[in-house]
Structures are given as structure tokens and as C-alpha cells.
């Protein structure tokens, strides 16, 4: 089975602009969940997708916003990017209890 | 809320044990893992327990005691590729997985 992909790898942007982030799980997985991870704030969590549906959102402001798509491939979008948001953004699949990490995507806003 | 706290980092020397240790407070628990990340790469899962005792796997071990809200992971005969950043997370009660800060771990020779 191919593992958790994320596109893009390596994104830069300015702040005020948006981003869109994609995850695609590994196949047959259903559940998606999102993180935040820097070094002062470790792996925090944003939110999770089960079926196209939002099941659970982390304490992130309104502007990180996500969906997830019929076939299980999600999307997470950051509006109005500030220098904060600069991190490596994770998404992972479940099965069970356990859950698969992609590579992430290093999201740097200058 | 909840939270949890591990030590931020860790030095051992190669072929020793170590332990790292977890508290947690969370409104509702459904269980401790534990993850390993490597520098530039993502978290890989190493263990689970639900319930209380010892998981073993391989030169890893995990333990939990719900009583004290307690876990540790340990590693047994260390090698230079353990050198990473260790994380215990709880699953909450909608299922999603809150992390703790991580450990960083370097084996020295």
C-alpha cells in the first residue's frame, strides 16, 4: 500500500496571502486529521475528517479551515497567513489506533 | 483540558537503557502511544496501551498505570538510529490524538 502523500513538500508565501494544503491517505482509510507542528509548540492538533465530515477541531482560529472529499483526500486551507503560521503541517490517516504520517509540507511565510 | 508533560531531552550512550517518561491530564482517556520522528522526517507510531502493565516490542517497551496518569516508554540496548524526538500522546475521547512536546533523545557513542 502507498503511504500518506502531502503536496506541496516546500511552500513559501508572504503574509496576507493564502495557502491550500493536500493529503491524500493511504487507500481505504477514512479518517484524515491535520497538525500543526513547530519548535516551540510541538505537534498540535487542527482538526479531523471522517467521511467528508468534520469530527473534532483543535483550538486554531477560524482562519485554518479543511474538507475532505468523497474519495478520502483532504484539503486544508490558511487564510491571511501571518509569520506564526510558518510550521510544518502535518497530516495523518488512521486505522484503528494507530495513525500514518505523511512527510508533511514546511510551510514558510516571509 | 488536557495536557501532557515529558522531559524535553535525553542523552544515553549506545547499548544502554533509558526510559522516558509521561503524565497526562485529560477529561476522558482512551489510551497512550507513543510515536517516533527523526529529524526532518514524520512521526512513525511505536507502541499502544489501553490498558495498564507493560507492552513490549522488540527492544521497545511501553507502560501505562491509569491510577497515576502515568506511561513511560523504554528502550533497551541503544543504538546511534534511536537518536530522535519521542512523543506520548493520549487519545481523547472523539478519538483524535493529543501530543505531548516530545523528547529529544541523543545516543551518544
Known amino acids: 500500500k502507498a503511504g500518506v502523500t502531502q503536496t506541496p513538500r516546500y511552500l513559501i508565501k508572504t503574509r496576507g496571502q493564502q495557502v491550500t494544503l493536500s493529503c491524500s491517505p493511504i487507500s481505504g482509510h477514512r479518517s484524515v486529521s491535520w497538525y500543526q507542528q513547530t519548535p516551540g509548540q510541538g505537534l498540535q492538533f487542527l482538526f479531523e475528517?471522517?467521511?467528508?465530515?468534520?469530527?473534532n477541531k483543535g483550538n486554531f482560529p477560524g482562519r485554518f479551515s479543511g474538507r475532505q472529499f468523497s474519495n478520502s483526500r483532504s484539503e486544508m486551507n490558511v487564510s491571511t497567513l501571518e509569520l506564526g503560521d510558518s510550521a510544518l503541517y502535518l497530516c495523518?490517516?488512521?486505522?484503528?489506533?494507530?495513525?500514518?504520517f505523511g512527510p508533511g509540507t514546511r510551510l514558510t511565510v516571509l | 483540558g488536557q495536557s501532557l508533560e515529558q522531559p524535553s531531552e535525553v542523552t544515553a550512550v549506545e547499548g544502554a537503557i533509558v526510559q522516558i517518561n509521561c503524565t497526562y491530564q485529560?477529561?476522558?482517556?482512551?489510551?497512550l502511544s507513543w510515536y517516533q520522528q527523526h529529524d526532518g522526517g514524520a512521526p512513525t507510531f511505536l507502541s499502544y496501551n489501553a490498558l495498564d502493565g507493560l507492552e513490549e516490542t522488540g527492544r521497545f517497551s511501553s507502560f501505562l498505570s491509569r491510577s497515576d496518569s502515568y506511561g513511560y516508554l523504554l528502550l533497551q540496548e541503544l543504538q546511534m538510529k534511536d537518536s530522535a524526538s519521542y512523543f506520548c500522546?493520549?487519545?481523547?475521547?472523539?478519538?483524535?490524538?493529543?501530543f505531548g512536546k516530545g523528547t529529544k533523545l541523543s545516543v551518544k557513542p
Open positions: 485529560t477529561s476522558g482517556f482512551y489510551g
Open positions: 495523518a490517516s488512521s486505522s484503528d489506533r494507530e495513525q500514518f
Open positions: 500522546a493520549v487519545q481523547g475521547s472523539q478519538g483524535n490524538l493529543i
Open positions: 475528517y471522517f467521511s467528508e465530515t468534520q469530527r
